[in-house]
């Protein structure tokens, strides 16, 4: 079980990235996918999640109306378009899938490794 994050780098204050997660050993279908984010001394935060049938998606409010996440089950992957990026959005990001199963209520939680986003002034 594997999930890969890409897209990160250096991008100037307003510019945009688009990063990616391919996911290997299982597959998404039925999983609830988040991206995660956390910078140095900071809490980790949940910056979008997008259900598993893909008919919902919840962003944190200081990324709403910049943010969206996205999923292609065919690809077995998650993506998230971030335009308008601020200093402020400097952190590594992580993809995540995550499960549940009732009633027995096993959870299935996957991390990736994360990847660098860096926005300059």
């Known amino acids: 079980v594997q999930l890969v994050e890409s897209g990160g780098g250096l991008v100037q204050a307003g510019g945009s990235l688009r990063l990616s997660c391919a996911a290997s050993?299982?597959?998404?279908?039925?999983?609830?996918m988040n991206w995660y984010r956390q910078s140095p001394g900071k809490e980790r935060e949940l910056v979008a999640s997008i259900t598993s049938d893909g008919d919902s998606t919840n962003y944190a409010d200081s990324v709403q109306g910049r943010f969206a996440i996205s999923r292609d089950d065919a690809k077995n992957a998650v993506y998230l378009q971030m335009n308008g990026l601020k200093p402020e959005d400097t952190a590594e990001y992580s993809c995540?899938?995550?499960?549940?199963?009732?009633?027995?209520?096993?959870?299935?939680?996957?991390w990736g490794q994360g990847t660098q986003v860096t926005v300059s002034s």
């Open positions: 050993g299982f597959n998404i279908g039925g999983f609830t």
């Open positions: 995540n899938a995550r499960l549940r199963v009732l009633p027995q209520d096993d959870v299935y939680d996957y």
